[in-house]
């Protein structure tokens, strides 16, 4: 089933499990190659809100938020897959914890 709306990715993500709130990095090669375009597909693919953008340091930073199994599922593509041509090295992953509701209504890029 395809959730189009705020509430039913609320609703999605309640029915699959806890819900759940991290921040990230990722760095190697993630910018200039569409890295936060295809996160935000793979964000809405899963349900997963919050928000990325590009550092000065040449990283992507982001915040997502959603049920605990779609959270794991962005974590695992942030950290192995990426986009097309970028190159990961490495992602870091903080501050999870668990939330009693979504504070995002998508994921959004960050300018």
Not at 45 to 70: F, M
Request: charged letters at 25%; a neutral charge; glycine letters at 8%.
């Amino acid at each position: 089933m395809l959730f189009a709306s705020y509430h039913g990715a609320r609703q999605a993500s309640s029915m699959s499990g806890h819900l759940v709130s991290l921040d990230f990095e990722v760095f190697g090669r993630v910018q200039g190659v569409f890295f936060r375009k295809f996160t935000k597909s793979k964000a809405d693919e899963l349900s997963v809100v919050g928000w990325c953008r590009n550092t000065h340091d040449g990283t992507v930073q982001g915040h997502i938020e959603g049920s605990r199994e779609s959270v794991h599922a962005m974590k695992n593509w942030l950290e192995k897959t990426g986009s097309p041509h970028s190159k990961i090295e490495k992602a870091e992953f903080s501050n999870e914890s668990s939330i009693s509701s979504l504070t995002f209504d998508n994921f959004h890029i960050k300018h």
